[in-house]
Structure formats: C-alpha cells, structure tokens
C-alpha cells in the first residue's frame, strides 16, 4: 500500500507531500517524538506546507492514525466475518457442531487466510506484528455482535448453543512467530501449525462442560448434543450435522490431535497463498487510473 | 416561447430523472414494507400439491394442549404414514428427522418418540409403512405460535405436517431447562457455564487489544510506514520488542497449556458428540392398508375452477361388517362425509373440511359386496391451501388415505391415489 516509484528508488513520500510532517517521528501513541531519518531535512516549517506547526502536524498525523486503524478495523469485520461465515459457518455457530474431526480442521484452515494476507501487510509495510491478532479480534467482534444481536436478540438461541470459537491465542502466536522469526517462510511452517494446533486446547476450557454426558430416554448424550436438540432450529435437521465423520477409525479416541496436524500442514499452504494474496493487494496500483 | 419552455422542462425532467426514480423507489419500498405483516407460518403451502399429497399422510394428530405458561410441557401426537405413492422428485425417507416447525425455539423440543424409540437424531423410515410418533415441547417464549411436526428428509428437504396455533403465557426470563448429567448434578442448559465462556472470550479479547495497542503505540501507522518506506525497517523492531513478544509469547502458551490441563483434570469424564442413526424403527400394525377392502382406482378429474377432485373407485368389502367411507385425508386437509362425522371434531379449522366430502352412494359396502363410487372432493381449501396447483404440477397425479368406519367403530384406513385430469375450464 501507498508504496509508489519514488520510494522504490529510496525517497521518503511523505517528507515530499508534507514537508513538515512530524509522521516519520511520530504517529498515533508517540510519545516523546524520536528522530528518524531525513528528520534533519524537516525540522522547520517550509513554505507551502499545509501546517502552520508542528504540533498541528502531529494531531493531524495522530487522527488519520486512529482515523486508518478505525477504518481498517470496521472494514475486516466485515470482510473476515463473511468469508468467516460461508467457510466455517455451522462449525463455529453451534456448540453440538464443534466436534473432534471437522472443527479443528476446518476452522484453522479457513481462518489462516486473511490473517496471513494481513501479516504482509502489516508486517512489509509497518513491521508490525499483529495482523493475525487485528483481523481474529475484528472476527470476533463481529461474530460477538452476530450472536449477541441476531442469534439471541432477534432469534432467542441462547449463547450456550451459539457461542463462537475462541480464536486470540491462536492469531497471538501467529503474530509473535512473526515478530521473533521474522520470516514468514518460518512464520507459515511453524506458525500455521500452532495457529491449528491451539485450536482445540484453547477451545476446551470452554467446550469441555459441555461434553459432560446424560442419559436421556435409555441414549447417551453429550450436553452439546442436548442443548442442539432441545433449542428448535428448524431448517437444520440433525442429518446435515457434519460431525464425527471419517475413516480415521484407528486412531480410537485420539482422533483430534491428527485432526489438528492434518488442519496444520493444509493450513501452512493457505498460508503461502495468502501471504501472497495480501502482497497483490497491498498496493495502489490498481487505482492508477482514477 | 411554449416550446422553449417545454424543452426546457424535458430537460430538467432529464437531469433529476435518476433521482425521481430513486426517489419513486425508495418510497414504494416503504409503502411495501409498511404492508407487510408478521412471518408466522413456515412455507408449508409452498410445495407443490403432489408432493404434499403423496410423500406423507399424517393423521390423528393431536395438541395435548394450545394455551401454556413458560417451562410447561404440552405435547404434539399422531401417526405418520409414509405413502406407497412416493413420488420420484423427492428422496425416499432412509434418512430422515422427525423436526419440529415452529418461529424459532419458542418450545424446547425436550424428545421425540418414532415408533417408541427415542428420535433426537436422524432415523430411517420405510416407504408403505405406518409410525405412531409423540413430540414433547417445553414452553418457553411468550406469544402466539404456529406449530408443526415435520419430516426432513435428506436431500429432499423438510415436508411439513399440519399446523395449530399454540398460546405460551408467562415471563421469557424465567424460563428453565433443567438436564441431569451422568454425575448426578442437575444443570440449566439456558444458562449453563455462560459466565465462562464470557470470561475467557473477554480475557483473550482484552490480550489481542493490549497487543495490538502495544503496538500501534509505537508511531502508529503512518510513522512507522514512512521509517519502513525509508529503507531502516530493520530498525524500526527493537530488541525490547522482541523481547515483550517472546514473554508475551510464553503467556499465551503457557495459560493456554496450564488451563487445559486443569480443565482436563475437572471434567475427567467427557463424551464426544453423539452421531449415527437409527434404523429399525417399529411401524405400527394394523394400519394403513390392513383393512379387509380391495380399492380399484378408475381415474379421475380435477376442475380447477371448481376447486373439486372427482375420483372413481371400486371398493369390494372382504370383511365382516359393513363399512362406510368417513373421511378423505390428504396433506394434512381433512375432508369429511359430514353423514358419518355426525360430531364436532377436533382439529385445526383452516385444515378441516367438515362438509367437504361426498359420494355418489353413501350407502354402506355390505361385506362381499363390490360397488363402483365416485368420491366428490371439494372446498374452498384446495385453494387456500394451494392444492389447486394440482393442475399445474409436473405429475398431475394425487393420493391420500380414504378412511372407512364400520357400525362398531372399527377404522380401515387405505391408501389411494392415482393420475387425474385437469378440467380447466367450467363445464
């Protein structure tokens, strides 16, 4: 993004466009102000700038920081939320879908796209390192406001049947393997697997009282089972469930931690193609023509 | 002059034509929306007739109650006929749900019994057969609620049996759904561990938006984009960064490690979800089709504008008693001779066709005897109900279960149906 000929060549755009501008030194949050290359070059007020101080530079800067993040926030709420929502749908929406086999390889693989896009982006351009953490906690907000709003407000599930994955953990670690490696080949191998293997483990704190079992008229139930059962969706018939399916019948019980490395060595290829997603699309060229 | 102003006017008329249309638009938008009443049935009268008429017949359907406070148990009842006369555009039932059609969940949906075996899974039914089926509901949110049982069926969607409305009286708040574990201890699923899922989203949310502030503390975007564009990108990362990262790194994984293992050590006892089906469901005996008659369907018409099914039958009665037909069931319409229903039944109005039955010879089929009849289906229902698209389905052909009484009481309920004729025009 905003990356054009000039800064190619080495040149610094924002000293061109605005002479005084104190961003190169300090953005949102600086505190105090720390010099930084070329600020020689800018430390008065040139003739033509739009700013009659530096301080007023500094707010300016300081707004449109907050102005962008805001922005960029709302924006991949809704973008995350909806490829979120036709990928994973049914898996994430209902505690009776969240199972050993398909959660933790469907989510993890479908979620590590956007997030690796926006690592690029945030990393190439700014290093910094929490694109995972920006777009899983814009995910959740918006999958907070869906459920909260929609599923109990307007529909009256309560969120004991509908509450969403807990994904932090997961986009944090991506985030630091970034930071610490700072490669993103590493970054895809190492940080893809534990963004899929921290699925389940962190989930279960949550998950686990609900896979407490009941007998209920001579069948034995999970409470997940229970509570999709007894709250009526009407459109979903308990045969398109899609849990608990498979042939990895040698494995007995211990059918999750391969779903998680199966979930991790797909999700290390999205991962590659979405890093490079997010560099075809961190940039203005498209725009040229306007 | 005149024509200067008109031109002038067409072209201003041209200027702002987008936005009058836009305008226009928008406003009968909302005159539509302002028309528009609550969504409280739920598609039943979509499908097409023939599907409706020859997938299932559902009968003896009964509402153990239609007025209930919040956390009262009330109960839906009836049988369930999987019809011989399956048509081909649906999937046959060999994996199907006993669902429940209601606005959402308005009533927990606490069991459902098919043929005395617990359902709350997917169950296989047999085409030809009969099952006797009981949903249990426990009122929960206040209103007025149209309520069905309905069959899924896998890749052939939900087929909807007959509806009634249900009154739920009371508080929503204090509703409960008490469900015993294993262990003894008795839980509300309403609202059962909530406070833990809210605490843990909210923790690990609170972590994600102290990092990511950590972060954009430090020069922000704009600053921190120009260092990078400067070529001193290595610099902008410092070694007490990277250091905040590892320890925020070992954090994560240790809370994440440490509470998985505790949660482990507290619920040592887990199940995974249940899945698979139930097959071998008991059909009831006795039946639809038991009956001691022969039925010979001859053909039939349909006159559209007269809303009317005319059906020609030989019946020959093998048993011992004479039999009378009483009733003509079909979609969940009921349409009854109103000589042998002498008494007011109880089923929903707009379904039942109290007079809506008749027959060129009412008098009984003596046993031995074999009678030509010609069976007269009409009422305003057809239309209402959206049978009367019969006509227009792609296998204009219909079925139902004519029911037969005898003096004793004894009921013979047998399955018709066949290819009939649309007339479309008065004759």
């Known amino acids: 993004m905003l990356r054009d000929k000039s800064i190619k060549t080495g040149a610094c755009p924002v000293t061109e466009s605005i002479p005084a501008s104190p961003g190169i030194e300090g953005g949102a949050g600086s505190n105090p102000p720390v010099a930084a290359p070329n600020i020689g070059a800018l430390a008065g007020a040139v003739s033509g700038s739009p700013f009659t101080s530096r301080a007023e530079a500094a707010t300016a800067v300081k707004t449109a920081d907050l102005l962008l993040i805001i922005a960029l926030f709302l924006i991949m709420i809704g973008g995350y939320h909806v490829h979120a929502m036709l990928t994973m749908g049914d898996w994430d929406f209902w505690v009776d879908w969240k199972d050993r086999r398909f959660w933790p390889t469907v989510l993890p693989i479908m979620l590590v796209t956007f997030p690796a896009a926006a690592q690029y982006f945030f990393w190439v351009h700014f290093r910094l390192p929490f694109g995972a953490t920006f777009l899983c906690l814009a995910l959740l907000t918006g999958e907070w406001i869906d459920r909260y709003v929609s599923f109990w407000g307007w529909t009256f599930f309560p969120i004991t049947l509908c509450w969403p994955t807990s994904l932090i953990p997961m986009a944090l670690y991506l985030d630091i393997v970034l930071l610490l490696s700072k490669s993103w080949i590493i970054t895809a191998i190492v940080g893809s697997m534990g963004f899929s293997l921290l699925l389940y483990p962190n989930n279960w704190v949550i998950l686990a009282p609900y896979h407490q079992a009941s007998e209920q008229y001579g069948t034995l139930m999970s409470l997940a089972d229970i509570i999709g059962f007894h709250y009526v969706r009407t459109s979903m018939p308990e045969y398109i469930r899609i849990i608990e399916r498979g042939t990895m019948r040698t494995f007995g019980k211990d059918v999750v931690g391969v779903a998680s490395f199966f979930a991790g060595f797909v999700s290390i290829i999205v991962y590659f193609v979405w890093w490079n997603v997010g560099k075809m699309f961190s940039t203005v060229k498209y725009m040229e023509t306007i | ?427």
């Open chain 2, 1 to 427: 002059m005149k024509t200067t102003m008109l031109s002038s006017l067409a072209r201003h008329a041209k200027r702002q034509a987008g936005r009058l249309w836009a305008l226009g638009l928008a406003a009968g938008l909302a005159v539509t929306m302002a028309a528009t009443g609550p969504a409280d049935a739920h598609g039943e009268k979509s499908q097409a007739a023939f599907l409706r008429m020859r997938t299932l017949n559902w009968y003896d359907l009964k509402w153990s109650k239609t007025s209930v406070s919040v956390n009262e148990e009330y109960e839906i009842t009836g049988k369930l006929h999987i019809m011989n006369a399956w048509p081909a555009a649906v999937h046959i039932p060999d994996r199907a749900f006993v669902n429940t059609g209601q606005p959402g969940a308005v009533a927990n949906r606490e069991a459902v019994f098919v043929g005395g075996q617990f359902a709350p899974r997917a169950l296989q039914l047999e085409v030809g057969k009969t099952y006797e089926f009981r949903v249990v509901l426990r009122a929960r949110r206040p209103g007025h609620w149209h309520t069905h049982v309905q069959l899924s069926v896998e890749t052939g969607g939900p087929i909807p049996g007959p509806g009634q409305y249900v009154d739920i009286k009371g508080n929503f708040n204090d509703f409960t759904d008490p469900v015993k574990l294993l262990n003894g201890t008795t839980v509300d699923i309403e609202t059962y561990k909530l406070g833990n899922i809210y605490l843990w989203h909210l923790l690990w949310y609170v972590a994600g938006a102290v990092w990511i502030a950590y972060w954009f503390s430090k020069r922000g975007l704009i600053g921190r984009f120009a260092w990078v564009a400067s070529g001193k990108g290595e610099e902008v990362v410092t070694p007490q960064d990277r250091l905040v990262g590892a320890i925020s790194l070992a954090a994560v994984l240790g809370t994440v490690i440490i509470f998985y293992a505790i949660t482990v050590s507290s619920y040592p006892n887990t199940i995974p979800l249940q899945a698979g089906d139930f097959r071998n469901i008991p059909a009831l005996a006795g039946e639809v089709n038991d009956g001691p008659l022969k039925i010979t369907y001859l053909g039939g018409s349909y006159k559209v504008p007269g809303r009317e099914l005319v059906a020609n039958f030989k019946i020959t009665n093998d048993g011992k008693e004479a039999v009378r037909i009483g009733e003509f069931n079909t979609a969940g319409l009921r349409f009854l001779n109103p000589d042998v229903y002498t008494t007011k039944v109880d089923y929903p109005d707009y379904l039942l066709a109290e007079r809506g039955l008749t027959l060129s010879d009412n008098a009984p089929i003596q046993p031995g005897e074999t009678k030509e009849i010609s069976l007269t289906v009409q009422d305003a229902r057809w239309d209402t109900e959206r049978l009367s698209g019969l006509a227009y389905d792609v296998d204009s052909s219909f079925a139902g279960v004519l029911f037969f009484f005898t003096a004793s009481g004894t009921r013979y309920p047998m399955e018709v149906g066949g290819p009939v004729i649309p007339t479309f025009l008065p004759v």
